[in-house]
C-alpha cells in the first residue's frame, strides 16, 4: 500500500501526504489499537468491495474507539423517511395529542446519540432502498438496484453476481448462534426485508416467475425461496409481513381473498417447507397472531397480506386482520427473547416511502408514527445495558416544509401566516397570484395539478396512478375550499411524474445502548454495519473468525460468503 493513505482518526480525515506523516495516530486512553489505515484513492473510480468495508470499519473505530458490548440489536429502518418527514410527523403527532405540534417529540427522538448518513450508492447521487440497505446491511456501498452484492455485478446479471455476495448483518448474527428476526410492513421479499438475507444483481427477483429461464440456470434463486432455504446456524426465527402468495404455488388460492393465486411456477409450497423445520408456526392474520403461545414458539412466519401490508388508516378494513408494525414488532421480540444467546431484528416501516411516492403526505406520516410507535416498544422491552437499537432511513424524499406558517397550524392544512418576512396573520398566506398553499408539498410526483389520463386537471387525490399528464392549463387550483388535510388529498408537485421520487439528501440516525456513542457527526451510510459489527461481541467474534479482524480485533477486511458458508455453525 502506498504512502499516500487516509487515516481516518475521531477528529476527522487526515490525509497522510509524506513517509512521516503516516505515523499511527495515538489512540485515545483505553482504545483496542491504533487508528485504522484506509487508502488514498481517486474518486468514484478508485473505489472497491474492499476499499468500502475498510473506510467504514475506520469511520465507525474512530468515532468509538472504547469497544461496547452489546447483546442483541435491532435495526429500525424507515423507508424514506426524510428529515422533513420526521419533523412533519412529530407536528401530526403532537397536534392529534392536542398540542401545538412543534414541541412534541416522536420515540426515538429521545435516545441519547444522532448523526446524519449519506445515502448515495456507487452508481447514483439519489439512491434506492436495495443498494442503501445492501450498505447498512453490509458495510459496502453498491449499486443501485442490486441486493447482497457489490458494485462489480451488474443488474439483471446473474451470472456477473457469482462470487460478489456480501455478507449481511444477519447472516453473520445466524452463524454466530443469534436469533434473527426481520419484520416489514411491505412484502417480505421487498428490497429493504430482503437485503437481510439475500443476493441478487435484480431487486424486483422477488419470485420465480420474475425471473429468467436464462437467470434460473445460472444459479439465482429468488428472495422467496432465499428466505425459506435460508440454512446458516439455526436459520431466520422470525418473518413477519406480506407477499403470501409469493410463497404460494400457482396451484392454491390465497386463504383470503378469492380469485388470488400462488405465483409461483416451480411447484414450491414454501410455506409448507418452512413448516417441515423443528418448531415452526406459520400465521396469515391478526386472529392467529394473536393465539400462537409466544413463549412456546420456536420459529414463525407470518405473512399478513397478498401483497404490502395495508397503510395504517387502511388496516381496519383488511378483512382477516392485519397486525400493526408495533404489534409485529412486539410479538417478534417476545420470541427473540427467549433465545439465551441474543438476537438480531430488522424492523421496517417500509410504506412510509409508499405514502411519499404516492404524493400523499397522509399516509408518509401516518405510517412514521407507527413506526415511531414500533420504536416505543422496542424501547420498553429492551435494556439500555444490553441493547443496541438504531434507527435510520435508506434514503429520503421531495417533501417539502415551506411558507411561514403561524405556530400550531394544522401541518397538513393550508398556511396561515404570511408568505414574507412580516407581521404574522392568521390568514391564509398567498402565492403571488392570490391563491393559499399548503404547508407540505411535493418536488414532483403524482400531485401535479394538470390533467392526467386517471383525473381531471385540479387538485388530485389518491389513489392516482397516472401514466400521461397534460399541462395544467389553468395554473394552480383554488385550495381555499379544498380540504388539504383529508386522508386521500395529494399534496401539490411541481413536476409531473406518475410516482414522486426519492431525495438525494442526508437522512438522520437515533441510537441508544452499547455502542450508540459511535453514531455522531456526518457518517457514510456503510458505517452503520460498522457500528453494529465493532459493538455486538457475538458479530464481531463471528467476523474475526472468518479472519476479518486486525490485532486489535476490529473486522477491517471484508469476509467472503463462500467462507461464512463454509464455517457457519449448523444446528
Request: glycine share 10%.
Amino acid at each position: 500500500m502506498s504512502c499516500l493513505s487516509l487515516r481516518l482518526v475521531a477528529a476527522g480525515v487526515a490525509t497522510c501526504l509524506g513517509a512521516a506523516a503516516c505515523a499511527p495516530a495515538t489512540p485515545r486512553a483505553g482504545a483496542p489499537g491504533a487508528a485504522i489505515d484506509v487508502p488514498a484513492i481517486h474518486h468514484p473510480d478508485g473505489e472497491t468491495p474492499d476499499w468500502w468495508f475498510r473506510a467504514g470499519a475506520a469511520a465507525a473505530h474512530a468515532n468509538l474507539p472504547q469497544r461496547a458490548h452489546a447483546k442483541n440489536v435491532i435495526v429500525f429502518l424507515g423507508d424514506g423517511m426524510s428529515i422533513p418527514t420526521i419533523t412533519a410527523a412529530r407536528i401530526l403527532d403532537g397536534q392529534r395529542k392536542g398540542g401545538s405540534g412543534e414541541e412534541n417529540r416522536l420515540s426515538f427522538e429521545d435516545f441519547p446519540a444522532s448523526a446524519l448518513s449519506k445515502t448515495y450508492e456507487t452508481d447514483h447521487q439519489t439512491p434506492d432502498s436495495a443498494g442503501t440497505m445492501t450498505a447498512i446491511m453490509s458495510g459496502v456501498k453498491t449499486r443501485f438496484g442490486v441486493i447482497g452484492v457489490d458494485q462489480r455485478a451488474t443488474r439483471g446479471d446473474c451470472a456477473s453476481s457469482k462470487g460478489n455476495e456480501v455478507v449481511s448483518a444477519l447472516e453473520l448474527a445466524a452463524a454466530a448462534g443469534l436469533a434473527t428476526g426481520v419484520v416489514t410492513t411491505t412484502r417480505i421479499t421487498h428490497a429493504t426485508p430482503a437485503a437481510t438475507y439475500g443476493h441478487l444483481p435484480e431487486r424486483n427477483w422477488e419470485v420465480d416467475t420474475d425471473m429468467s429461464d436464462a437467470d434460473r440456470a445460472a444459479g439465482c434463486v429468488d428472495f422467496a425461496r432465499q428466505l425459506v432455504d435460508f440454512r446458516i446456524g439455526d436459520g431466520i426465527t422470525v418473518a413477519f409481513g406480506g407477499g403470501r402468495t409469493e410463497f404460494m404455488p400457482a396451484s392454491q388460492q390465497d386463504p383470503e381473498y378469492a380469485g388470488f393465486p400462488g405465483k409461483r411456477l416451480d411447484g414450491r409450497d414454501l410455506v409448507a417447507e418452512w413448516m417441515k423445520q423443528p418448531g415452526a408456526a406459520y400465521v396469515w392474520n391478526t386472529r392467529q397472531l394473536d393465539a400462537l403461545d409466544l413463549a412456546r414458539t420456536r420459529r414463525v412466519l407470518g405473512l399478513f397480506d397478498v401483497e404490502h401490508l395495508k397503510y395504517e388508516n387502511e388496516r381496519a378494513q383488511d378483512p382477516a386482520g392485519e397486525p400493526s408494525l408495533s404489534e409485529m414488532t412486539r410479538a417478534a421480540l417476545k420470541v427473540l427473547q427467549k433465545r439465551p444467546n441474543g438476537y438480531f431484528l430488522m424492523v421496517e416501516g417500509g410504506r412510509i416511502d409508499h405514502g411519499s411516492h404516492a404524493g400523499n403526505a397522509f399516509r408518509a406520516l401516518n405510517e412514521t408514527i407507527e413506526f415511531a410507535h414500533a420504536v416505543a416498544v422496542a424501547n420498553e422491552m429492551t435494556s439500555a445495558d444490553d441493547t443496541l437499537i438504531l434507527v435510520t432511513a435508506d434514503h429520503s424524499h421531495t417533501l417539502t416544509f415551506v411558507g411561514y406558517p403561524a405556530r400550531g397550524n394544522p401541518i397538513l392544512g393550508k398556511v396561515r401566516g404570511m408568505s414574507g418576512e412580516g407581521a404574522p396573520t392568521r390568514d391564509y398566506a398567498r402565492d403571488a397570484t392570490g391563491l393559499p398553499y399548503t404547508t407540505l408539498q411535493y418536488a414532483n410526483g403524482p400531485g401535479y395539478p394538470g390533467k392526467s389520463d386517471r383525473q381531471p386537471e385540479g387538485p388530485k387525490r389518491y389513489p392516482h396512478d397516472p401514466t400521461a399528464y397534460q399541462r395544467a392549463e389553468h395554473g394552480r387550483p383554488n385550495l381555499e375550499h379544498v380540504d388539504t388535510e383529508a386522508e386521500d388529498y395529494e399534496q401539490e408537485a411541481m413536476v409531473p411524474l406518475g410516482a414522486e421520487t426519492h431525495g438525494g439528501d442526508d437522512v438522520a440516525v437515533y441510537a441508544r445502548g452499547p455502542g450508540s456513542a459511535a453514531v455522531h457527526g456526518s457518517m457514510e451510510e456503510n458505517a452503520l454495519f460498522h457500528v453494529v459489527a465493532q459493538n455486538v461481541d457475538a458479530i464481531r467474534a463471528e467476523l474475526c473468525r472468518l479472519g476479518s479482524c486486525d490485532a486489535n480485533g476490529v473486522p477491517v477486511k471484508r469476509p467472503t460468503r463462500d467462507r461464512l458458508l463454509a464455517a457457519a455453525r449448523t444446528p
